[in-house]
């Protein structure tokens, strides 16, 4: 059965820098695009990058682009979202994505 587990979320400062990863299982990871989705409180769902199976092309909502890198390893089965300059706005649940399936989330805090 199919299993995302986020990782990596926490308190960062304005400016700053985070690493997400999301371990998937009970699929055939490399078969499948993935996508990095967020929840800020009080906000829907919001999709912010996604990346096709092999990682050759990948796409970002406007607000992210040119910050965030979505990247992944095929080989261990991880999804990474590299959030660099991040801002407050960022500041929200993050999830990794296949389809309409989502893990529990990492949150991410960007606050001084």
């Known amino acids: 059965q199919l299993q995302l587990v986020e990782s990596g979320g926490g308190l960062v400062q304005p400016g700053g820098s985070l690493r997400l990863s999301c371990v998937a299982s009970?699929?055939?990871?490399?078969?499948?695009?993935m996508s990095w989705v967020r929840q800020a409180p009080g906000k829907e769902l919001e999709w912010i990058a996604d990346?096709?199976?092999?990682?050759?092309?990948?796409y970002y909502e406007d607000p992210v682009k040119d910050r965030f890198i979505i990247s992944r390893d095929n080989a261990k089965n991880t999804l990474y979202l590299q959030m660099n300059n991040v801002k407050p706005e960022d500041t929200a649940m993050y999830f990794c994505?296949?389809?309409?399936?989502r893990g529990q989330g990492t949150q991410v805090t960007v606050s001084s």
């Open positions: 994505a296949r389809g309409q399936s």
């Open positions: 009970g699929f055939t990871f490399a078969s499948y695009g």
């Open positions: 990346i096709d199976q092999a990682g050759t092309n990948v």
